[in-house]
């Protein structure tokens, strides 16, 4: 309805655009109440995440963690499925990559990184898979099993890094390092041959890549395959989907294992790419955090990408403010939680206003 009542540029650009100025203007009046400097403060974070390769490698690592989980709820938004879980199918996503680097002898990464894929989309399809059954075949609901089986992951995680993968020499709750084939390239070492300086302290990796193919193949998939269309429609209105032939178990059951599974992939970045072997909480939050990338995003690649990007900016700024301005931590936190207020949350209160404003204008021509 919104996009009849103002042009699609103003839905996609100007709303978001105006629910970042409000976030960033509230979080201003915050800094200086603690006594901080704001102008100094956005100096800082532009600085540190943007002006350097160093701060871009790491802003651009956290994006393309936010790039996986964002499109993993964009795909089962667009099927009319919260699917809040994607924190837990990341944490067995590492876990199916963990098994496949550790107990294979890998002589060369091109090989172990195919397997690695398939491994984490394979665990993280399949700890998503039971909330869809649940769903599709017990009425279950989505946001209560998926955001249950989270804390059920990170049970398991904790059993499993304790008691079965645990080297019996370590007291450290992580298995050991994967092996040297399965090393994926950092971007220092691929832009090395073509004469590109890029910091090698990043842990910005080749899964960078693979994120904005998945990107491609989730606009693919969505908006140009007949199984797209499916999901789609069935987001939109259930009983025409019914009267079309569209079955809604087999469409919630695919649209979570695609979900699920670009989760668990999220893990070739964190647990292959920068780890290197699977430590408790190796996803530090990204499944949620997709949640407000996708719905910023407006649930199309292009939109998640370029939120992704801004998450990554706000995480690698945020961690320069905290150590240079001695800004408290739990103020990065604020101004995190403030852009996902205003872009998720309070999304209509730009968003009616604007509505309100172009009707205005259409009634003037």
Same mark, same amino acid.
Request: aromatic fraction near 10%.
């Given at each position: 309805?919104?996009?009849?009542?103002?042009?699609?540029?103003?839905?996609?650009?100007?709303? %978001?655009?105006?629910?970042?100025?409000?976030?960033?203007?509230?979080?201003?009046?915050?800094?200086?109440?603690?006594?901080?400097?704001?102008?100094?403060?956005?100096?800082?974070?532009?600085?540190?995440?943007?002006?350097?390769?160093?701060?871009?490698?790491?802003?651009?690592?956290?994006?393309?963690?936010? #790039?996986?989980?964002?499109?993993?709820?964009?795909?089962?938004?667009?099927?009319?499925?919260?699917?809040?879980?994607?924190?837990?199918?990341?944490?067995?996503?590492?876990?199916?990559?963990?098994? =496949?680097?550790?107990?294979?002898?890998?002589?060369?990464?091109?090989?172990?990184?195919?397997?690695?894929?398939?491994?984490?989309?394979?665990?993280?399809?399949?700890?998503?898979?039971?909330?869809?059954?649940?769903?599709?075949?017990?009425?279950?609901?989505?946001?209560?099993?998926?955001?249950?089986?989270?804390?059920?992951?990170?049970?398991?995680?904790?059993?499993?890094?304790?008691?079965?993968?645990?080297?019996?020499?370590?007291?450290?709750?992580?298995? =050991?390092?994967?092996?040297?084939?399965?090393?994926? %390239?950092?971007?220092?070492?691929?832009?090395?041959?073509?004469?590109?300086?890029?910091?090698?302290?990043? %842990?910005?990796?080749?899964?960078?890549?693979?994120?904005?193919?998945?990107?491609?193949?989730?606009?693919?998939?969505?908006?140009?395959?007949?199984?797209?269309?499916?999901?789609?429609?069935?987001?939109?209105?259930? %009983? &025409? &989907?019914?009267?079309?032939?569209?079955?809604?178990?087999?469409?919630?059951?695919?649209?979570?294992?695609?979900?699920?599974?670009?989760?668990?992939? #999220?893990?070739?970045?964190?647990?292959?790419?920068?780890?290197?072997?699977?430590?408790?909480?190796?996803?530090?939050?990204?499944?949620?955090?997709?949640?407000?990338?996708?719905? #910023?995003?407006?649930?199309?690649?292009?939109? =998640?990408?370029?939120?992704?990007?801004?998450?990554?900016?706000?995480?690698?700024?945020?961690?320069?403010?905290?150590?240079?301005?001695?800004?408290?931590?739990?103020?990065?936190?604020?101004?995190?939680?403030? =852009?996902?207020?205003?872009?998720?949350?309070?999304?209509?209160?730009?968003? #009616?206003?604007?509505?309100?404003?172009?009707?205005?204008?259409?009634?003037?021509?």
């Amino acid at each position: 309805m919104s996009a009849k009542r103002m042009p699609q540029w103003a839905d996609v650009l100007l709303v %978001p655009l105006i629910s970042l100025l409000i976030a960033f203007g509230i979080s201003a009046i915050v800094l200086l109440l603690i006594g901080q400097d704001p102008i100094q403060a956005m100096k800082m974070m532009i600085t540190g995440a943007l002006g350097s390769t160093y701060g871009w490698g790491y802003t651009l690592y956290y994006a393309t963690n936010f #790039m996986f989980t964002g499109l993993a709820f964009s795909v089962a938004f667009h099927g009319s499925l919260f699917n809040i879980g994607s924190e837990g199918q990341a944490t067995m996503g590492g876990l199916g990559v963990a098994l =496949v680097c550790l107990f294979i002898p890998w002589p060369h990464w091109a090989l172990a990184l195919p397997a690695a894929m398939i491994g984490g989309a394979l665990f993280g399809a399949a700890w998503a898979f039971i909330p869809a059954y649940l769903q599709a075949r017990r009425g279950s609901h989505i946001v209560i099993t998926t955001i249950m089986f989270n804390f059920i992951a990170a049970s398991v995680m904790t059993y499993l890094l304790s008691h079965v993968l645990r080297p019996p020499t370590s007291m450290d709750p992580a298995t =050991v390092r994967f092996g040297a084939g399965t090393h994926l %390239p950092t971007m220092h070492e691929i832009l090395a041959p073509l004469g590109i300086e890029f910091n090698r302290a990043t %842990p910005l990796n080749i899964t960078f890549f693979i994120a904005v193919l998945a990107g491609i193949g989730v606009w693919l998939l969505i908006w140009r395959t007949r199984l797209g269309y499916e999901i789609r429609a069935f987001g939109q209105s259930e %009983p &025409a &989907a019914v009267y079309a032939g569209i079955s809604p178990v087999r469409i919630t059951i695919i649209a979570m294992l695609i979900s699920g599974g670009l989760s668990g992939l #999220m893990a070739i970045n964190n647990v292959m790419g920068e780890a290197e072997r699977l430590v408790l909480n190796s996803v530090e939050g990204a499944g949620f955090i997709g949640i407000a990338v996708a719905l #910023m995003g407006r649930n199309h690649p292009f939109g =998640v990408a370029l939120a992704a990007v801004l998450f990554g900016f706000l995480y690698q700024g945020g961690a320069e403010l905290a150590l240079w301005m001695s800004v408290p931590r739990e103020m990065i936190v604020v101004i995190q939680a403030l =852009v996902i207020l205003f872009t998720g949350a309070l999304d209509n209160m730009v968003r #009616m206003p604007l509505e309100s404003l172009f009707a205005i204008l259409r009634k003037k021509d």
